[in-house]
């Protein structure tokens, strides 16, 4: 079997001038389950599918509250969140009590990308196998960011992360203009629905029990939906299944540029989205 | 003795505190609360503005009033509001009055050896609905009681309270008992007149009044629709509803 | 606010002298110079700014400070800058000691520049600066090593006006006039007159000539002031701090004063 010597740690170099360790990391961010950020002018919504471990288990948490303008949506390893998330609540009370405002969602993204660039360069250290949508609303507008286990950070007006992502990003693609020019913020959750069903695998609906909405503005404080609370919103939508699943049009996901990544597309398919359960625990399905 | 002489050798140290003045009070009626203090604050015989809140709304049913070293004061209410965060971030829910009370006892006790120079009244509801008022001293000692006045004028006006909350040196007729608990706006009208009182016989209290009424759930705002300028802090009139209402005292 | 910095941060004093029945200068003295054993915390200023004044106007607030810095009652330093200014929206003006002021300086220009370097676009208002200030300030007293200064912090950011004031103690407070030393009994009556309820009509011509008017009665009954002073203005064009610019003084009055000075008969 093919062995790599170059993935050992990740501080280490391949010839090729990649870093495994960190690549392996942000495949970590495709095992966790899709999270969808949008932003218009005065909001920012975050939507998220939840993943149970088993039937008679509770759905892993996908949306973390950090402070009443500023939230994160979540895919990969839970637990790395948590910690990202506990960091990014300590930065938020420090940004109060010593000047009296609100952490800059930009600061609050820099700050946990300085953490993870350090794990890529420190011997031993494993890189944080999560990557975060941080949402918030701060002097500057609304913002939304994608944080990656790299250490890079990039500023959005939509974005998804998580498994089959790719097809929530079409959607994003092909509504820009309308998702941007949005006044109401109902409608900027029903477009990030929209976009989250696109991401359902096959005989999976949206439902109030595997749906996370969040939203943050101008008018409105980082509130989180869930359970129950969902239901108002997904009555919103035409259709709670994807519409892959509803006219079996086939998939348009991704077209990968390299080999290595078509392989583990290509595992991630034939091992199917039912039954790959060894290393669940580890991520937040 | 300070004569400016140079007859006896002294060693001055820097004093760490100050008095800001100022007076704050609290009542706890049946099913609601009221935390009232002044807003001078004065250093000496200066008014240093006339216009420096000491009662702060911490929950949807708890407020704090903090009297004593301004400086200090507003240093742990901002350490009070950021543990009540942690809180919520944990729990996802508003932290209960008695465990805010017991919070507030052990942030003050661990600074036992350089005290917070500052008197502490909470008001606000219980879990049961009932209206309560917590006073500490600087290091953390409290109790539970019905009212209570502290700062400048507390020597002023707890005798007041006294009489008027709890009927001390009254006899009441034969036949009449009394009430354990007064209702809204007779409190108001008490802790009113406690603060023009004492503003007229001391130099430290003055220029504003403001006054937290804290409501339990399900109570109706009856009492309280008769006062003029009445202001609500709370979005969600289901649950406790705060409101603040404010007033002039007597700016000199 | 008492006039003289020595005596900040100390105990009132009431059980002897409720009633302030011993003159203001006649303050008990330490009986040592300060350097006389190794000395650690700073637990008296050295070389002192007097008053600081500000008021609200209009456009915006205006701060006034003369640019003496006295060595007991030597008049040490006359052209010392007692205005700052911190970013481009806020103004700090100092009295106490100077070189914990100037340490002061040195701390929030770092500040500005590591701000700037985020490159986030955001800037430090005075709000900011007035919440870290007192931050630093309170963190020093509770170190029992403080920073023997009391601070005004002005300026105007989003067309929001701010005046406030910081200390030793990290005692603060907001107010539409604020005066720091000698001036919070002098000036600040005067201002309070001038100012109070005209905050949204006094022009910066009448503004400017309040505040001149108060530098004069304090230089004329401050003996630790100058005639020398500066005004900083922060309006919604940034900060300005002026040349240092002399009072007009007439001490003719002087002559026809009996019982002290050079008067023969």
Not at chain 2, 43 to 52: D, K, M, N, V
Not at chain 2, 140 to 146: K, L, N, Q, T
Not at chain 2, 174 to 188: D, F, K, W, Y
Request: proline fraction near 4%; glycine fraction near 8%; hydrophobic fraction near 35%.
């Amino acid at each position: 079997m093919f062995r790599n010597n170059y993935d050992n740690d990740s501080v280490t170099y391949s010839p090729t001038g990649r870093l495994f360790q960190v690549e392996y990391a942000l495949e970590a961010i495709k095992q966790g389950s899709a999270a969808v950020g949008l932003v218009s002018k005065k909001d920012v919504v975050l939507v998220a599918l939840k993943r149970n471990a088993e039937e008679l288990g509770s759905y892993q948490k996908k949306l973390i509250k950090v402070d009443d303008h500023m939230g994160i949506a979540l895919a990969g390893l839970a637990p790395d969140a948590r910690v990202l998330s506990n960091f990014l609540r300590k930065q938020a009370m420090n940004s109060k009590m010593i000047f009296n405002r609100p952490l800059l969602t930009s600061k609050a993204v820099y700050s946990i990308a300085d953490k993870a660039q350090e794990n890529t360069q420190s011997y031993g250290s494993r890189p944080y196998g999560v990557g975060l949508l941080v949402a918030g609303y701060d002097e500057s507008g609304a913002h939304l960011y994608e944080f990656q286990p790299s250490g890079s950070v990039l500023e959005y007006f939509g974005a998804a992360i998580g498994a089959r992502s790719q097809a929530a990003r079409t959607y994003l693609e092909r509504n820009l203009e309308t998702i941007r020019e949005t006044e109401s913020p109902e409608e900027l959750i029903v477009h990030g629905l929209n976009a989250l069903r696109d991401t359902l695998p096959q005989d999976v609906e949206l439902t109030y029990r595997n749906t996370s909405v969040s939203i943050v503005g101008k008018e409105t404080k980082y509130t989180i939906y869930d359970d129950e609370d969902v239901q108002q919103w997904l009555d919103k939508l035409d259709s709670v299944s994807n519409a892959r699943n509803r006219d079996d049009d086939d998939d348009d996901d991704e077209n990968a540029d390299n080999e290595q990544q078509d392989n583990q597309q290509d595992q991630q398919q034939e091992g199917g989205d039912s039954n790959n359960n060894e290393d669940r625990m580890e991520t937040d399905e | 003795m300070p004569d400016g002489s140079f007859a006896h050798p002294q060693q001055r140290q820097f004093n760490p505190y100050s008095e800001n003045g100022g007076t704050i009070l609290a009542i706890a009626g049946a099913d609601f609360s009221v935390i009232a203090g002044d807003t001078r604050q004065s250093e000496g015989y200066s008014i240093q503005t006339r216009y420096a809140p000491k009662v702060f709304r911490l929950t949807d049913r708890a407020v704090l009033a903090v009297n004593g070293f301004a400086a200090d004061g507003n240093v742990f209410v901002k350490k009070v509001k950021q543990r009540l965060e942690w809180y919520r971030h944990a729990h996802a829910k508003d932290m209960p009055l008695r465990a805010i009370a017991r919070m507030i006892q052990t942030m003050l006790y661990a600074q036992r050896f350089f005290p917070y120079y500052v008197y502490n009244i909470l008001g606000g509801i219980e879990e049961d609905g009932s209206g309560a008022v917590y006073s500490f001293d600087p290091v953390g000692s409290y109790e539970r009681e019905a009212c209570r006045a502290a700062g400048a004028a507390q020597s002023l006006v707890q005798p007041f309270l006294d009489n008027q909350i709890y009927f001390k040196n009254q006899q009441s007729l034969p036949g009449q008992s009394r009430p354990l608990h007064l209702p809204l706006p007779e409190v108001l009208s008490i802790v009113i007149d406690s603060f023009t009182s004492a503003t007229e016989r001391h130099i430290e209290v003055g220029d504003g009044l403001e006054m937290y009424v804290v409501l339990a759930k399900g109570r109706s705002i009856q009492g309280l629709e008769s006062f003029r300028g009445v202001q609500e802090l709370t979005p969600n009139p289901d649950g406790d509803r705060v409101f603040v209402i404010r007033r002039e005292l007597k700016k000199d | 606010m008492d006039h003289f910095p020595t005596s900040w941060g100390r105990q009132r004093n009431d059980a002897y002298d409720a009633y302030n029945t011993y003159p203001l200068h006649q303050r008990p003295n330490p009986g040592h110079d300060a350097f006389a054993d190794s000395v650690q915390h700073t637990q008296q200023p050295i070389v002192t700014g007097t008053s600081v004044l500000a008021i609200v106007y209009k456009d915006g607030i205006m701060m006034a400070a003369d640019t003496l810095a006295s060595y007991g009652s030597l008049a040490r330093f006359k052209s010392i800058q007692r205005l700052h200014s911190v970013g481009t929206s806020t103004v700090i003006g100092a009295s106490g000691d100077m070189s914990d002021f100037q340490y002061l300086q040195s701390i929030l220009d770092e500040l500005i520049i590591s701000e700037f370097t985020e490159g986030d676009k955001h800037e430090l208002g005075p709000e900011e600066i007035h919440e870290y200030l007192s931050r630093v300030m309170y963190g020093r007293r509770s170190k029992m090593n403080p920073l023997w200064n009391s601070l005004l912090v002005g300026g105007k950011k989003d067309g929001k006006r701010f005046l406030a004031y910081v200390d030793l103690l990290g005692t603060t407070y907001t107010a539409s006039t604020l005066a720091t030393g000698y001036g919070a009994y002098i000036a600040l009556p005067l201002l309070r007159t001038a100012v109070e309820g005209r905050e949204n009509d006094l022009t910066e011509e009448e503004a400017r000539k309040i505040l001149e008017e108060s530098m004069r009665v304090l230089y004329y009954r401050d003996a630790r002031s100058l005639d020398k002073y500066q005004i900083a203005i922060v309006n919604d064009e940034g900060v300005t701090i002026s040349e240092p610019q002399k009072l007009v003084t007439s001490w003719g009055f002087a002559e026809g004063i009996r019982g002290y000075g050079a008067q023969t008969q």
